[in-house]
């Protein structure tokens, strides 16, 4: 499939089947994350693929704890594809996934946020490439702000001067993979 077709086929998943993606499809797709843009070409984005299920599930929950409603400026995502943002019942803020990559970058560094969604960016067109379905996840800095999370970040040799910016779930779509949105007239402007 072209780049440009990739695009416009790829899309946030949140239902998976409970079926693990493989070890060598993670490696590529984190490979991916690896060579995307970054300021200075300073390559400071890490990036922890996690495959096993329980644990996937436990950074899920930390993921949506400290979710905050207020801060929201829409209220709904999809039918199809529901959000924590659309049901507020949901408790495991990446949606059953068997596996995720968690992206990191250095606290105070003024480009960490984009270098972690370039690096995310690069994992989701992968991920669709090899046919598994991929959802960026937020909320990556409150995740981890906890003692259970912090005692993952000691466990996995993070630097203490790193953050959690944001997830790539990862698995495959339960049900009917989502039609394309209507793009919003008005979001692009060319001046000559």
Request: proline share 4%.
């Amino acid at each position: 499939m072209e780049l440009s077709e990739l695009m416009k086929y790829r899309r946030s998943i949140r239902k998976y089947q409970d079926r693990q993606i493989s070890r060598e499809d993670m490696a590529t797709i984190i490979e991916a994350g690896t060579y995307a843009p970054n300021a200075g070409g300073g390559q400071r984005s890490i990036i922890v693929g996690v495959r096993n299920a329980s644990l996937v599930e436990k950074i899920g929950r930390l993921n949506v704890a400290r979710f905050d409603r207020l801060r929201l400026s829409g209220s709904y995502v999809s039918a199809e594809q529901p959000s924590i943002i659309d049901d507020p019942a949901m408790k495991n803020g990446f949606y059953g996934a068997p596996a995720v990559c968690v992206v990191f970058a250095v606290k105070n560094f003024l480009y960490s946020v984009p270098d972690a969604f370039c690096c995310a960016e690069n994992m989701l067109l992968m991920a669709a490439e090899l046919g598994i379905s991929s959802c960026l996840i937020a909320r990556g800095e409150e995740t981890f702000d906890n003692e259970t999370g912090a005692a993952l970040l000691r466990e996995w040799d993070i630097p203490e001067n790193y953050i959690a910016r944001c997830f790539v779930t990862l698995g495959y779509c339960d049900g009917e993979y989502p039609q394309p949105k209507l793009r919003k007239a008005q979001r692009s402007k060319i001046i000559e």
